[in-house]
């Protein structure tokens, strides 16, 4: 069986360190995580449930699956994933940003099984349209915006999930699809009629597009967690999944 003790299973199962693993460990420990007071004991130790919800969202595995590795029963693990998985979720940004902030935004589609918030996707699948921020120096994720229907267009998605509180006072970059938004920086639009642009606006935009690019990196690596490639959580599941993965892919890009 999987456990915590063992730091051989940590990396392998969760794409990070011992140490980022005690990091993220010690964040839910920090919000509430530790059993306090009477009640029905949990059957795992707090690092151990910390692992296996780290484990579901690296693998995607079943609960079924997941309970085995565990040695405790289906319920349990299920269980295990509800309690952990508002506790280790990247925090919302609560001050405004200093106006030398350049943040990155875009727009992911993540398959869920859920029909109650997702829509049917340029993807050809059931999907939610998730708002991601990246700072564009450090690559790390700063925000996520609430679940939108995978049919909703980034312009309107940006607004509506409210990440856009959260970019206040910095500059924020994204591509073309934000057009409508005016504090949002995109790329200069090509005049009709077969006209060009302009040489300085060619290379303005070729600037744009290599920062922008980090974005695209950025969530390419937050898929290594599987649970973003087909999220099987109802209701706020795939939000707090998609927040929980921007938390440990910080994380991950700690020394």
Request: proline residues 5%.
């Amino acid at each position: 069986m999987i456990r915590a003790d063992r730091p051989g299973w940590v990396s392998v199962f969760t794409g990070l360190s011992v140490r980022q693993f005690q990091e993220l460990v010690g964040i839910v420990a920090g919000r509430g995580g530790e059993q306090v007071g009477v009640g029905r004991r949990w059957g795992l130790p707090l690092t151990d449930r910390v692992l296996l919800t780290a484990v579901y969202y690296r693998t995607n595995l079943t609960f079924r699956q997941i309970a085995l590795l565990f040695g405790i029963s289906k319920s349990a693990a299920n269980r295990v994933v509800e309690h952990v998985a508002p506790l280790l979720v990247l925090p919302p940004v609560t001050i405004p940003h200093s106006p030398h902030t350049v943040l990155i935004v875009d727009g992911t589609l993540v398959p869920t099984h859920d029909r109650s918030v997702s829509a049917s996707s340029k993807n050809y699948r059931y999907s939610v349209n998730m708002q991601v921020v990246i700072d564009a120096n450090t690559r790390r994720g700063v925000a996520v915006g609430s679940t939108m229907p995978g049919n909703r267009h980034d312009s309107r998605a940006y607004r509506d999930s409210g990440v856009d509180q959260q970019c206040v006072g910095a500059n924020v970059m994204a591509d073309g699809g934000y057009l409508g938004n005016p504090e949002v920086i995109i790329p200069y639009r090509k005049p009709g009629k077969g006209r060009s642009l302009p040489v300085w606006q060619e290379d303005l935009n070729t600037v744009h597009k290599s920062i922008r690019a980090r974005v695209e990196h950025a969530l390419a690596h937050m898929k290594s967690w599987n649970i973003l490639r087909n999220c099987r959580r109802k209701g706020d599941g795939v939000w707090y999944a998609l927040r929980g993965v921007a938390q440990m892919r910080n994380l991950a890009m700690t020394c």
